[in-house]
């Protein structure tokens, strides 16, 4: 059923393979899958690489752990859930598509925002931009400080669909981070511009002027991929 992989294969192969023959019901709805010492046999890789591929296919919804009785499939495995391959989305170019994503989601996150928000969460919102210009002064990336201002903004929503999708993204927004803050780090007017870009937010969010705040948050997302553009990043 399965083909064979080199042992030194990373375990997303074989969660590729595995996923693949759910997806074609090679396992009944709700079958079990074969035991851990079956599989690596039939892949020819080490038990704990069958492990760590079950635990994707975990976190991914397409099995179910039953203790003491092996791991089964879930009834809706079928219906697949969203991937974004982290590898992938580091690369220069996949980071600038990620920024058109960002941008569709987050404007109206930051609408949303200063509709919705209370006294509470533009504290939370200003409190994580502060966090930002510390961490630069400090002279580091700033990398998770900028994750959670856009966090706080989601939060400010008061729609739980906007901070789940964030935080699916969260790990890719991340990686996409890095690229372009190491990118705006080397230039003086770049970081300026960055922050800027993110005050403009945060002010149009505590003005409640929803317009502006979707604006704001769309300027800053196309600045970002021109910056990228202009340090030879497309």
């Given at each position: 059923?399965?083909?064979?992989?080199?042992?030194?294969?990373?375990?997303?192969?074989?969660?590729?393979?595995?996923?693949?023959?759910?997806e074609k019901g090679?396992?009944?709805?709700?079958?079990?899958?074969?035991?851990?010492?079956?599989?690596?046999?039939?892949?020819?890789?080490?038990?704990?690489?069958?492990?760590?591929?079950?635990?994707?296919?975990?976190?991914?919804?397409?099995?179910?752990?039953?203790?003491?009785?092996?791991?089964?499939?879930?009834?809706?495995?079928?219906?697949?859930?969203?991937?974004?391959?982290?590898?992938?989305?580091?690369?220069?170019?996949?980071?600038?598509?990620?920024?058109?994503?960002?941008?569709?989601?987050?404007?109206?996150?930051?609408?949303?925002?200063?509709?919705?928000?209370?006294?509470?969460?533009?504290?939370?919102?200003?409190?994580?931009?502060?966090?930002?210009?510390?961490?630069?002064?400090?002279?580091?990336?700033?990398?998770?400080?900028d994750v959670a201002?856009?966090?706080?903004?989601?939060?400010?929503?008061?729609?739980?669909?906007?901070?789940?999708?964030?935080?699916?993204?969260?790990?890719?927004?991340?990686?996409?981070?890095?690229?372009?803050?190491?990118?705006?780090?080397?230039?003086?007017?770049?970081?300026?511009?960055?922050?800027?870009?993110?005050?403009?937010?945060?002010?149009a969010i505590r003005?409640?002027?929803?317009?502006?705040?979707?604006?704001?948050?769309?300027?800053?997302?196309?600045?970002?991929?021109?910056?990228?553009?202009?340090?030879?990043?497309?």
């Amino acid at each position: 059923m399965f083909e064979k992989i080199p042992a030194r294969a990373l375990s997303d192969t074989v969660a590729q393979q595995l996923q693949k023959q759910i997806e074609k019901g090679s396992f009944a709805k709700s079958g079990k899958l074969p035991t851990e010492a079956v599989l690596a046999q039939e892949f020819g890789v080490s038990r704990t690489v069958i492990r760590e591929a079950i635990s994707r296919l975990k976190n991914e919804g397409m099995v179910e752990p039953r203790q003491g009785s092996g791991v089964f499939v879930v009834e809706r495995a079928g219906i697949r859930p969203l991937r974004i391959d982290y590898a992938q989305a580091v690369e220069p170019g996949s980071v600038v598509q990620i920024l058109a994503l960002r941008r569709a989601i987050e404007a109206e996150v930051a609408s949303e925002a200063a509709m919705r928000r209370t006294d509470a969460q533009m504290a939370a919102i200003d409190a994580a931009l502060a966090k930002i210009e510390a961490a630069v002064a400090d002279g580091e990336d700033g990398v998770a400080e900028d994750v959670a201002f856009h966090r706080a903004i989601a939060n400010a929503t008061g729609n739980p669909y906007f901070l789940k999708t964030l935080t699916f993204l969260n790990q890719y927004l991340e990686a996409g981070t890095i690229v372009t803050r190491k990118n705006e780090a080397l230039r003086e007017d770049f970081s300026r511009q960055v922050k800027e870009e993110h005050a403009a937010i945060a002010a149009a969010i505590r003005a409640g002027d929803p317009m502006a705040a979707r604006n704001a948050a769309q300027t800053h997302l196309y600045n970002a991929a021109r910056r990228l553009a202009e340090a030879g990043i497309r």
